[in-house]
């Protein structure tokens, strides 16, 4: 298994501005990934966290936008920009842990809302 | 492609009542199916898995059978508790990616 922890868990910010979401894993992972959450929906992939590469964003969305930076095995960090009321949401990172277990883990979460 | 279809919430059961969530899944291959729960406020959590075909998941009384006939992944309790009230997620893992559905709402009354 793995634990999961995200910084801020929660925040309010003003619209136009940036927020960085930082990710911590307890162990060296390959993959991680990004998820959005709104209200009451499902979870959308927002990118692939690739170590020493770019990341590797899902349609809809875009490196402008969501810049991520995975500097080792166990952080990585997403950057919302130049937000509007409609980037409020959870914000999830994961982890995929290959063997022997093929799952994925998640992190608490970072409830935004923009004001 | 992947996809998982799951049933729509809200569900709404008294406690000791008997719990079904119906998943099914299109996928090529033999994908890994999860069942996550995320209760209010938190993030999600893995349930339960299988990784082939007949295999059972199972944790906290709760229970899912990997289908390939009827490409399904049934969640199922027992008796469930009010501390079951929270949001249940059924997923595949196809490739590297995860396909999740929509997720179903359980509020469980005393």
């Known amino acids: 298994s793995a634990v999961i922890s995200q910084k801020p868990s929660r925040d309010i910010c003003q619209r136009g501005t940036s927020l960085t979401i930082q990710c911590q894993v307890d162990?060296?992972?390959?993959?991680m990934f990004w998820y959005r959450q709104q209200p009451g929906q499902s979870l959308t992939l927002i990118a692939t966290?690739?170590?020493?590469?770019?990341?590797?964003?899902e349609s809809g969305f875009v490196i402008d936008k969501f810049p991520i930076s995975r500097p080792n095995l166990t952080f990585s960090t997403l950057t919302v920009s130049n937000m509007s009321p409609e980037d409020s949401s959870i914000y999830l990172c994961?982890?995929?842990?290959?063997?022997?277990?093929?799952?994925?883990?998640f992190g608490p979460g970072t409830r935004l809302t923009v004001l | 492609g992947n996809s998982v279809t799951q049933m729509e919430g809200p569900v709404t059961l008294s406690e000791e009542a008997f719990l079904t969530i119906n998943c099914t899944y299109t996928?090529?291959?033999?994908?890994?199916l999860f069942w996550y729960v995320q209760y209010p406020g938190e993030g999600l959590q893995l349930l339960l898995k299988a990784t082939k075909a007949d295999d059972k998941g199972s944790n906290k009384g709760f229970e899912a059978t990997y289908r390939k006939e009827t490409t399904s992944f049934h969640l199922e309790k027992g008796s469930v508790q009010v501390s079951d009230s929270a949001v249940y997620f059924c997923?595949?893992?196809?490739?590297?990616?995860?396909?999740f559905g929509t997720g179903t709402s359980l509020t469980v009354i005393p």
């Open positions: 994961s982890v995929a842990v290959d063997s022997p277990t093929d799952t994925q883990y």
């Open positions: 162990s060296q992972v390959t993959m």
């Open positions: 997923a595949l893992r196809g490739g590297n990616q995860f396909y």
């Open positions: 996928a090529t291959g033999y994908p890994s």
């Open positions: 966290a690739n170590q020493g590469s770019e990341a590797t964003y």
